[in-house]
């Protein structure tokens, strides 16, 4: 059974940093690309980045390329997003996402809120 599971979210002043990480289990993930998902109340679920199975290719979305890093340790089974510079427009809940056969399988998220 697949399992992704998120973790590292929480409140940030603008300008601060976090690191999300996705621990991933039921499936060969050394053999996947692995992505990161954000959706922020009201928006759609946009792709944040991306990263191939032996993370030689990542992908960014534009507004965050620079400030976001991902990166994977397929001996740990985990895909990791390193935010930096957080802006207002950061805030929402990040997903990590697995997609075989053509099917997409999700965590539960985690959320980065907007700070006041």
């Known amino acids: 059974q697949v399992q992704l599971v998120e973790s590292g979210g929480g409140l940030v002043q603008h300008g601060g940093s976090l690191r999300l990480s996705c621990a991933a289990s039921g499936f060969t993930f050394r053999m996947y690309t692995m992505s990161w998902y954000r959706q922020a109340s009201e928006k759609e679920r946009e792709l944040v980045a991306s990263i191939t199975s032996t993370g030689g290719i990542t992908n960014y979305l534009d507004s965050v390329q620079v400030r976001f890093t991902i990166s994977r340790d397929n001996a740990k089974n985990t895909v990791n997003l390193q935010m930096n510079s957080l802006k207002p427009e950061d805030a929402a809940e990040y997903y990590c996402?697995?997609?075989?056969?053509?099917?997409?399988?999700w965590g539960k998220g985690t959320l980065v809120p907007a700070s006041s």
């Open positions: 996402r697995n997609r075989r056969s053509g099917i997409n399988y």
